[in-house]
């Protein structure tokens, strides 16, 4: 299976402020991740990014959503809960995926990177630097990365990179 980790970002990483407002970035960034949503068929969020977007958000996504948490949540019908991101995408796999999109955040696209499950990073980069905020990956690890291209869309670019393994 294919994993891809998605996500919109400031030019300095973040993607969001502390307090966790994403009001810097565009409309276009969620447009291209319900697109990338739509092609994958499925999205894998965290707990935090659950509780934090309003839920009509992502109802409005036809899609398989899955939510990965240890803790034990009492979640919308429409989602499944995983409690690991190898779990998650054991899911999607007996469901017949050929793909999984990771949807964030921080927590999530950090754990799916230790576990070397990600092959490749499609970052939305906006114009839009802020000072302090939620950076896309947290945590103590590296992976090296190869080039794939780069492209604009509405409102800044697409950079894509392939995860070396």
Excluded: C
Excluded at 19 to 34: C, I, Q, T, V, Y
Excluded at 48 to 76: C, G, K, M, W
Excluded at 127 to 154: C, H, M, Q, R, W
């Amino acid at each position: 299976m294919k994993v891809i980790l998605d996500a919109t970002i400031s030019p300095n990483g973040f993607i969001s402020r502390e307090n966790f407002e994403e009001d810097f970035l565009p409309d276009s960034g969620w447009d291209a991740f319900k697109e990338s949503v739509a092609s994958a068929g499925n999205f894998i969020i965290g707990r935090h990014t659950y509780e934090i977007i309003e839920p009509e958000h992502f109802d409005s996504i036809e899609a398989t959503r899955i939510v990965v948490s240890s803790q034990n949540l009492d979640i919308r019908p429409t989602f499944t809960l995983a409690e690991s991101p190898k779990v998650a995408l054991k899911l999607l796999e007996d469901q017949g995926f050929e793909e999984a999109l990771i949807g964030g955040g921080s927590g999530l696209n950090s754990s799916f990177m230790k576990a070397g499950l990600v092959d490749e990073l499609v970052f939305y980069v906006v114009p839009y630097v802020i000072g302090k905020g939620t950076p896309v990956f947290t945590g103590d690890f590296e992976a090296k990365l190869e080039f794939i291209s780069n492209k604009p869309f509405a409102e800044g670019f697409i950079s894509r990179y392939r995860v070396v393994k």
